[in-house]
């Protein structure tokens, strides 16, 4: 993979430290995992066009949220978060990298692709906070 994008960055004359680049190996792995990529057993062809045309109608953004979710902490948000800030922008926590070792059985996390999300519940949460 990694000689691969060599190839692509030296073709398009882009300087091979570009920050964007490092990402690259993330968001193909990404997309092979993606349902838009499965095989054709594991998929309807309805659903795979859906996710195709739905995928060809996305800003640039969205299509990387999609490939690569956002996981958030939801037991330690901080107070300034959920609430717009001066210019109107709801303030979100950070994300968290997506790998088991970020959760804990005592936390609520929330991992969203722009088309569902998910909440994990640990089984040592407060109950309090459940309520």
């Known amino acids: 993979l990694q000689t691969t994008c060599q190839q692509f960055v030296q073709a398009g004359n882009v300087c091979p ?12 792995m990404g997309m092979l995992k993606s349902p838009a990529f499965r095989g054709p057993n594991d998929i309807t062809a309805d ?7 739905r995928l060809e109608n996305l800003m640039v953004t969205q299509v990387a949220v999609y490939y690569y979710p956002r996981m958030f902490s939801l037991h330690n948000i901080p107070d300034s978060c959920g609430i717009p800030d001066e210019n109107g922008c709801v303030v979100l926590p950070d994300m ?19 088309e569902t999300i998910n909440v994990w519940i640990g089984s040592a949460v407060d109950p309090g906070f459940l309520q």
């Not at 430290?17 to 490092?22: G, M, P, W």
């Not at 659903?47 to 045309?53: L, N, V």
């Not at 968290?96 to 722009?114: H, I, K, P, R, W």
């Open 17 to 28: 430290n570009v920050e964007a680049l490092q990402f690259l190996p993330l968001y193909v």
């Open 47 to 53: 659903m795979r066009t859906y996710i195709w045309m």
């Open 96 to 114: 968290l990298n997506l790998a088991s070792e970020s959760m804990t059985q005592d936390g609520v996390f929330l991992l969203e692709d722009g």
